[in-house]
């Protein structure tokens, strides 16, 4: 069989995955679509190398599940197996004639460009991409992503001829008034002071200060004549507060670099970040990531 016309697509349990697709690289075997997840990998490979894949796995003892295959002839096969290769061919064309589950586009409108990330990831848990059979009922997948994120309010998601079509909004959140009645504003993170904007009250802290959590930042009262009268704290601080993250990987390279910057962004869920710092060690057999990932924080 040609190359390019049938693939078949494998999950490796656990981080292993990682070290199994550097080996199967190093013997160029293509590997495409891959999928890093945190106890598991997938990925497909062309049908070609599968006797060179399973005799590097089996050496290796992976625990590798086959979860399907397809490509131009992949019906073909799947007939041949149950009724015989002629058959299976005249079904296939029939099949290829009538059948339009297969999306060569995916399109996002409303706020669904801005919601792509969240968008995209249960889109790829429930294997729908471009250039690739629609499995999925459409009513339950809008359903999927609409409870994926409280930040969307609504999601459609529907078949136009062979583009899916996605159409997301954000919530809309009403302003709440401001507290006039605060006897003083308390820092909620530890960090460093950026910015300050007071409009009522006494400032309490300098720019480039470090704070704790529950550190006054507005005291309530002004002072006349070295005389305290009290008032009210009325204001915003902008803290560079800073959120640790470590990730722990069986190699090393960019790729794992990438991962544990990731892994740290979705872990922290703050989109106003400043700079990400990542340091690389070696602890034995793995390599040891260790980010910190610096954000603004406006306290009021």
Known sequence: MKRGRLFERYRVDGAVGFGLIDRLKSQKIGVYDLVFEQNATTFSIDSCDCKKFFAISNNMCYNITKVKYYGKVSPVKFLAQKIGLVLAFTLFLGLAFFFDGYITKISYLGDGEKLRPIIVKVLSENEVKERGFLNANLKAL?????????????????????????????????????????????????????????????????????????????????????????????????????????????????????????????????????????????????????????????VS
């Open 142 to 298: 809008s359903g999927k992503i609409l409870s994926s994120s409280e930040e969307i309010s609504f999601v459609s998601c529907k078949k136009r001829g062979r583009e899916l079509v996605i159409e997301a909004y954000r919530k809309t959140f009403e302003a709440k008034p401001i507290e006039t009645k605060k006897k003083e504003i308390l820092s909620t993170v530890q960090g460093t002071v950026k910015g300050i904007n007071c409009l009522s009250g006494t400032v309490l802290v300098e720019v480039g200060q470090k704070v704790k959590k529950g550190e006054a930042l507005i005291g309530g009262f002004y002072l006349v004549d070295e005389e305290k009268r009290e008032s009210y704290a009325l204001g915003e601080v902008e803290i560079i507060a800073e959120f640790n993250y470590t990730y722990e990987a069986f190699s090393s390279g960019e790729k794992y670099k990438n991962r544990a910057i990731a892994l740290a962004k979705e872990e922290l869920g703050q989109e106003n970040i400043l700079e990400v710092q990542v340091k690389e060690n070696k602890v034995k057999e793995k390599t040891v990531y260790a980010v910190k990932v610096f954000y603004t924080v406006i």
